[in-house]
């Protein structure tokens, strides 16, 4: 009786593990990704001009965003979100930005807000292209005043474009070593390096970024561990800083928001005027 009741309990944890790997597995945008198509708000709300932009991704796909300028606008600010809601739930990063006085541009990933389609790996990376060609040209941005800024899953995305660009600084905040280390810490007795078909590999793809970057967490994040943001930092070679928020993964900007946004002004301005400089000199 024993050992039948052993089989069947054994039997039980394995089909259970299997019916949530293929979960995992098959409906894996599902876990990642969480968009919404409602609007909370816009910048008007705030009392801030802008204007509602749309361009193609590389499948044909229509983005929107929005495009806020400011003054003095030497440089400008591309963003990427994270993982739920839409560009209306950003409008504190907007306003920060705005008041430094850094134009801005946020946009929608595919199936995110009014952008079509559906949220890919892939389909992210292509939509974060479209944008900065967007700002190349329909805005006349050159590329050596263009920020990525990004957040927790924008972070992912902004990484891989970043190692194709070359901006003068990179602003990473509240973001993942990767994908399928997030999935570990959720899943340890499953074999995520298996599951994993969304990657998101960041902490790989900072070995091909050498601008300055300005790294932010908090060790309240109950959604990516502080230790992510750490091991992103201490892995990186280039010239960085590291900000501290306090505060869970939604509410550190809010709670942190005066601290915040000294530390990234005198970052913006140190690094920002070492680039003026050079260019000066030659």
């Known amino acids: 009786m024993v050992q039948k009741m052993v089989f ?3 039997k039980l944890v394995i089909g259970s593990l299997i019916l949530i790997s293929g979960m995992l597995y098959f409906f894996q945008g599902k876990f990642v990704y969480a968009p ?3 609007y909370i708000g816009t910048p008007a709300d705030i009392g801030i ?3 509602e932009v749309f361009f193609k991704s590389k499948n044909d796909v229509k983005i929107c965003g929005w495009y806020v300028p400011a003054v003095p606008g030497d440089y400008t600010i591309l963003f990427c979100h994270g993982n739920a809601g839409n560009i209306s739930h950003r409008l504190k990063t907007l ?3 705005h008041d430094l006085g850094y134009n801005f541009l946020i946009f929608d990933y595919q199936g995110y807000g009014k952008s079509e ?3 890919t790996e892939e389909g992210t990376y292509s939509d974060t292209r479209a944008a900065y060609d967007y700002l190349i040209n329909e805005k006349k941005c050159s590329e050596d005043k263009i920020i990525f800024q990004a957040r927790s899953l924008g972070g992912g995305i902004a990484t891989k474009v970043v190692t194709e660009k070359n901006p003068p600084v990179y602003i990473l905040e509240s973001t993942f070593t990767s994908v399928a280390d997030v999935a570990r810490k959720i899943y340890p007795f499953l074999p995520v390096d298996l599951l994993t078909r969304i990657k998101y590999p960041t902490i790989d793809n900072l070995k091909s970024i050498s601008c300055p970057i300005f790294f932010v967490h908090s060790p309240d994040d109950e959604v990516i561990p502080f230790s992510h943001g750490k ?3 201490e892995s990186y070679n280039g010239k ?3 900000f501290q928020l306090k505060g869970g993964h939604n509410e550190g900007l809010h709670i942190s928001e005066k601290e915040y946004t000294a530390a990234l002004k005198t970052f913006l301005d140190s ?4 680039k003026m400089t050079s260019r000066r000199e030659r």
């Open 95 to 97: 306003k920060i930005m």
């Open 8 to 10: 069947y309990i054994v």
């Open 240 to 242: 960085k800083t590291f």
């Open 271 to 274: 690094h920002l005027k070492d």
């Open 36 to 38: 919404s198509k409602k």
């Open 49 to 51: 001009k802008f204007e």
């Open 231 to 233: 091991k992103l930092y």
């Open 117 to 119: 389609g559906t949220p």
